[in-house]
C-alpha cells in the first residue's frame, strides 16, 4: 500500500487501530546510532517506555510507572534521520494498573516518505501514590 501525503504532512500508519493514539514524536541523533548508523535498541525501548505511559497515567489521574515489560518486537532497524512516531491504546484496566500496546513507526526518505513499523510492545503501569506505593485507579 502506498501512502501519498499532502504537502507538509506527517504520515499515518495504515491500517492503524481506530483506538490507537499518537502520544511522541521524535527524530533521534547521531548520538543515539551504533557505528552502522542504527538507533540503539535501548534508546528506542525508552521512547516506547516514555509515550507509553501518557494514556495511563491520564486514565490513572495522576502518576504511574513501569511495572512489566510483557512483549516486545522489533520489527525493522531505524537509522539516524527516520522520525519516530509513537501510538498507543489502552487493551486493560485493573484496580491498581493499566496495560496499553505500543507500536513505533518510522517515518523515512523526506523527499519520497514513506513508513516503517520498528517495533510493537505490550507494557502494564501501575497508578502510585507520593511515597511510590501502588494506589487504586480512579473510577471515573
Known sequence: MTIVPRPNTLLTPPDLHPEMELVMRVMPMPEDANGNGDIFGGWIMAKIDL???????????????????????????????????????????????????????????PSAPFLVKVTEAKVTYVAIDHEGRPRPIPKN
Not at 68 to 92: H, P, Q, T
Open 51 to 109: 509515550g507509553g505511559c501518557v494514556l495511563p497515567a491520564r486514565v490513572a489521574k495522576g502518576r504511574v510507572a513501569t511495572v512489566a515489560v510483557n512483549e516486545f518486537v522489533f520489527r525493522s532497524a531505524m537509522s539516524v534521520g527516520d522520525l519516530l512516531s509513537i501510538y498507543a491504546r489502552v487493551e486493560k484496566v485493573g484496580t491498581t494498573s493499566v496495560t496499553v500496546h505500543v507500536e513505533a513507526w518510522a517515518e523515512r526518505n
